[in-house]
């Protein structure tokens, strides 16, 4: 019996056409009435003939929607073949659905594989076994090129994971503003400040500003003597004011050169908490901090900072690596003020001239501002002051020195421990005039401040 082409009706036997008949009068579709051939009898018919039998008989079939039966159905009667122009025509003459949306659906069904899930491995099972697909469209009743078809899908198979968790659906407008927000509230804690406007009243004529740095005050072979007598000496002289430009620790266990802490005589911990206690013992002397390259390991490792966490204690200004600092000393009695531009910081490109260990600071007037008074930079342990007159005015150019007065570092570049200078820079300000006087060490600048001001 043939599913297409010429047919008409005379293949059926008596009880199949009985059938036929009686579900073509109950209203059934031409799928319903394949289905049930197919259940009753084991067989299918082309729709196209089924229709010539209804009109031999003459009976129409109602018109309904064939394509409303689902995939499962379809399946069922393993009708295939009914998804294409016969099908698509009968839709259509049903008026319930446009052509566009006629030929959506079957592509749906078409695509999700009109064949039922036991038939499926069934066919499956035979292509592997090495059948033919006209012997398997045979068998199952069912047009070659869908066996054809069922074998490409076969080939070109996909995964499909439900629950994959996708990243592209972040709402990146949101992230963006998440960011900006948390940038402004950690720049709200963030003590650093690029410049300072100080300003020190005072009744005398003259202040004295020593320029403290690369304390390293755990370290065996730092002047905690010479050290701590100096602060005795700026404790007791009146308007004699400290800057401070980093190195306040060793800190060697935090630092890339941990063999150092060989020579500390404390933990870094102890040694923490001793330079705070020794720095609160200046309060109100010490007028900012900034942060030098042995501080910097702690803030580099574990985000912390010490000259930052001083200056927040002491409410004076951090300045990081190094700022300017705008020095206004005012004497209340003559009602006289003086400006003095100060830039310090613990490092400057050409620092490590010992020849010329104050080129550093004309490179400061070059390349970041002409108008500072004074440049102080730190680091380098050797200790140099002196006025100029560059770039049409009087400057005072400073390197600070050090309490530390050699480690192995220094020994190895050969460097003797006399050859430091700890003579700690100290310049005189006068409040009337723009008057500079360099001085060196603590002791000589207190008593000069002290004669100054008689
Ligand atoms: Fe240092
Ligand atoms: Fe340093």
Same mark, same amino acid.
């Given at each position: 019996?043939?599913?297409? $082409?010429?047919w008409n009706g005379k293949t059926?036997?008596?009880?199949?056409?009985?059938?036929?008949? =009686?579900?073509? %009068?109950?209203?059934?579709?031409?799928?319903?009435?394949?289905?049930?051939?197919?259940?009753?009898?084991?067989?299918?018919?082309?729709?196209?003939?089924?229709?010539?039998?209804?009109?031999?008989?003459?009976?129409?079939?109602?018109?309904?929607?064939?394509?409303?039966?689902?995939?499962?159905?379809?399946?069922?009667?393993?009708?295939?073949?009914? !998804?294409?122009?016969?099908?698509?025509?009968?839709?259509?003459?049903?008026?319930?659905?446009?052509?566009?949306?006629?030929?959506?659906? !079957?592509?749906?069904?078409?695509?999700?594989?009109?064949?039922?899930?036991?038939?499926?491995?069934?066919?499956?099972?035979?292509?592997?076994? $090495?059948? +033919?697909?006209?012997?398997?469209? %045979?068998?199952?009743?069912?047009?070659?090129?869908? *066996?054809?078809?069922?074998?490409?899908?076969?080939?070109?198979?996909?995964?499909? &994971?439900?629950?994959?968790?996708?990243?592209?659906?972040?709402?990146?407008?949101?992230?963006?503003?998440?960011?900006?927000?948390?940038?402004?509230?950690?720049? %709200?804690?963030?003590?650093?400040?690029?410049?300072?406007? &100080?300003?020190?009243?005072?009744?005398?004529?003259?202040?004295?500003?020593?320029?403290?740095?690369?304390?390293?005050?755990?370290?065996?072979?730092?002047?905690?003597? $010479?050290?701590?007598?100096?602060?005795?000496? &700026?404790?007791?002289?009146?308007?004699?004011?400290?800057?401070?430009?980093?190195?306040?620790?060793?800190?060697?266990?935090? #630092?890339?050169?941990?063999? #150092?802490?060989?020579?500390?005589? *404390?933990?870094?911990?102890?040694?923490?908490?001793?330079?705070?206690?020794?720095?609160?013992? &200046?309060?109100?002397?010490?007028?900012?901090?900034?942060?030098?390259?042995?501080?910097?390991w702690d803030r580099d490792y574990?985000?912390?900072?010490?000259?930052?966490?001083?200056a927040r204690k002491l409410k004076?200004?951090?300045? $990081?690596?190094?700022?300017?600092?705008?020095?206004?000393?005012?004497?209340?009695?003559?009602?006289?003020?003086?400006?003095?531009?100060?830039?310090?910081?613990?490092?400057?490109?050409?620092?490590?001239?010992?020849?010329?260990?104050?080129?550093?600071?004309?490179?400061?007037?070059?390349?970041?501002?002409?108008?500072?008074?004074?440049?102080?930079? +730190?680091?380098?342990?050797?200790?140099?002051?002196?006025?100029?007159?560059?770039?049409?005015?009087?400057?005072?150019? *400073?390197?600070?020195? =050090?309490?530390?007065?050699?480690?192995?570092?220094?020994?190895?570049?050969?460097?003797?421990?006399?050859?430091?200078?700890?003579?700690?820079?100290?310049?005189?300000?006068?409040?009337?005039? %723009?008057?500079?006087?360099?001085?060196?060490?603590?002791?000589?600048?207190?008593?000069?401040?002290?004669?100054?001001?008689?």
């Open positions: 019996m043939g599913r297409s $082409g010429v059926l036997s008596k009880a199949e056409k009985r059938s036929l008949i =009686s579900w073509i %009068k109950k209203g059934y579709s031409r799928l319903k009435c394949n289905q049930n051939l197919m259940e009753k009898y084991g067989r299918t018919v082309d729709p196209r003939n089924l229709s010539r039998f209804a009109r031999q008989e003459k009976l129409t079939f109602k018109a309904t929607n064939e394509l409303d039966f689902s995939t499962k159905e379809l399946a069922s009667v393993r009708g295939l073949w009914l !998804i294409g122009a016969p099908q698509r025509r009968l839709a259509l003459e049903a008026g319930k659905r446009t052509l566009n949306s006629v030929q959506k659906k !079957i592509t749906r069904l078409r695509a999700t594989g009109a064949v039922a899930d036991g038939l499926r491995e069934e066919i499956k099972e035979e292509l592997r076994a $090495g059948k +033919s697909s006209a012997s398997i469209a %045979k068998k199952h009743n069912i047009a070659v090129k869908f *066996i054809d078809e069922f074998k490409e899908t076969e080939k070109s198979s996909t995964i499909e &994971i439900e629950n994959l968790k996708r990243w592209e659906n972040t709402d990146i407008e949101d992230l963006l503003d998440f960011i900006e927000d948390g940038q402004k509230r950690l720049k %709200k804690m963030d003590a650093e400040q690029g410049e300072a406007n &100080i300003k020190i009243s005072t009744t005398s004529k003259y202040v004295a500003l020593m320029f403290l740095s690369d304390i390293h005050l755990e370290n065996v072979n730092t002047d905690l003597r $010479g050290l701590r007598r100096d602060f005795d000496i &700026i404790k007791s002289t009146k308007d004699f004011y400290v800057g401070f430009g980093g190195d306040l620790i060793d800190n060697f266990i935090v #630092g890339p050169h941990k063999e #150092g802490v060989i020579e500390a005589v *404390i933990p870094p911990k102890a040694a923490r908490i001793a330079a705070g206690k020794l720095f609160d013992s &200046i309060r109100e002397r010490l007028l900012w901090t900034i942060l030098g390259c042995h501080d910097a574990a985000d912390y900072n010490l000259p930052e966490h001083i004076i200004p951090y300045l $990081g690596h190094g700022g300017d600092i705008n020095l206004t000393v005012h004497n209340k009695k003559s009602k006289k003020e003086q400006l003095y531009n100060i830039h310090a910081r613990h490092k400057y490109r050409g620092s490590s001239g010992l020849t010329n260990g104050t080129a550093c600071c004309k490179n400061v007037l070059r390349n970041i501002d002409p108008k500072f008074d004074i440049v102080a930079i +730190s680091h380098n342990h050797f200790a140099e002051i002196k006025i100029e007159h560059y770039l049409r005015k009087d400057r005072v150019f *400073i390197r600070t020195g =050090s309490y530390k007065k050699e480690d192995r570092f220094s020994n190895m570049l050969g460097f003797e421990a006399c050859e430091f200078d700890s003579q700690i820079p100290v310049v005189i300000l006068n409040t009337a005039t %723009k008057d500079m006087k360099v001085i060196s060490g603590v002791s000589n600048a207190s008593d000069t401040l002290k004669a100054l001001n008689r």
